[in-house]
């Protein structure tokens, strides 16, 4: 029986050598391996490794995958470039901001700007293409808004 940490690296080599969809398909490559895993049990593994699920399968935050890190990169340089690649529009309605992407892309920026932790938003919640930010207020909202507009338009 593999420890946590053990079954983490094993998701992570197969993540990173092949592309995977699905977790029966990631829990069949884990049962090839010799490793038993129940699905419950991959689910909560994929969430606490930020494992994210995109048109082109599994991959790591961070990741050339998922977008490409340059060494020594800020998490706003990285969250910029997330932005730029993923984000087709953004809207403010009160205090939530509404952000969409293509299909099966918001996860992907949703952790970046997770990570980023901007001070105007209180929680982030993604779907498959369009992400709300809770923020403190309308004017935070706004704030955040033109904040994520000049990152995507501005070097």
Known sequence: MLTKAQRHERINR??????????????DLL?????????????RDLTAM?????????????????VAAVPGD??????????????RGIDVGG???VI?????????LAVELDRVRPDEVLGTIAGDDT???ATR??????????????LVEHN
């Not at 969409?100 to 996860?107: E, I, N, Y």
């Open 14 to 27: 197969l993540v990173h050598s092949q592309a995977v969809y699905s977790q029966q398909e990631l829990q």
């Open 74 to 87: 800020s998490a706003e340089a990285l969250l910029q470039r997330t932005l730029r690649r993923e984000m």
């Open 95 to 97: 205090n939530i901001v």
């Open 50 to 66: 930020g494992v994210l699920k995109g048109p082109n399968g599994y991959v790591l935050p961070g990741s050339p995958a998922s």
């Open 131 to 133: 992400i709300f930010l």
């Open 137 to 150: 207020g309308n004017m935070a909202a706004a704030k955040l808004a033109r904040r994520l507009k000049n």
């Open 31 to 43: 049962r090839e391996a010799g490793v038993e895993v129940t699905q419950a049990t991959l689910s």
């Open 100 to 108: 969409r992407t293509d299909v099966g892309h918001a996860s992907v």
